[in-house]
């Protein structure tokens, strides 16, 4: 499985990041698996933010829930993550995965006027 991760490397202070994570190989729909979104902040540690699993149920971290949407597109094999509000904490190297067993390369988003 390969997973890719995409979208604004540069976000405004109290807009709303936009990111993408494409599948390959695995269908996100069809396979018992959770897909995940988890962040690391510049010198900090990882922090799961939420993730969709096969069913379409989705689950957030109750920190960042009231700013967080996540969706998928079967269509497309691809989820999405929306944070919205964002402020300069928010910057972070953003990776989609497959469980905890699959990764993307991850992107970095700043967060910044």
């Known amino acids: 499985v390969q997973l890719q991760e995409s979208g604004p490397g540069l976000v405004k202070p109290s807009q709303t990041l936009s990111l993408t994570c494409t599948v390959s190989?695995?269908?996100?729909?069809?396979?018992?698996?959770?897909w995940n979104w988890i962040r690391q902040p510049p010198g900090k540690g990882l922090e799961w933010i939420g993730a969709v699993v096969y069913s379409g149920d989705i689950y957030y971290s109750p920190s960042l829930k009231s700013r967080t949407n996540i969706s998928r597109d079967t269509s497309k094999n691809q989820f999405t993550l929306q944070l919205r509000a964002v402020t300069p904490e928010d910057t972070a190297v953003y990776y989609c995965?497959?469980?905890?067993?699959?990764w993307g390369n991850g992107t970095l988003v700043t967060v910044s006027s």
């Open positions: 995965t497959r469980t905890m067993a699959y």
């Open positions: 190989v695995d269908s996100i729909a069809a396979t018992c698996y959770s």
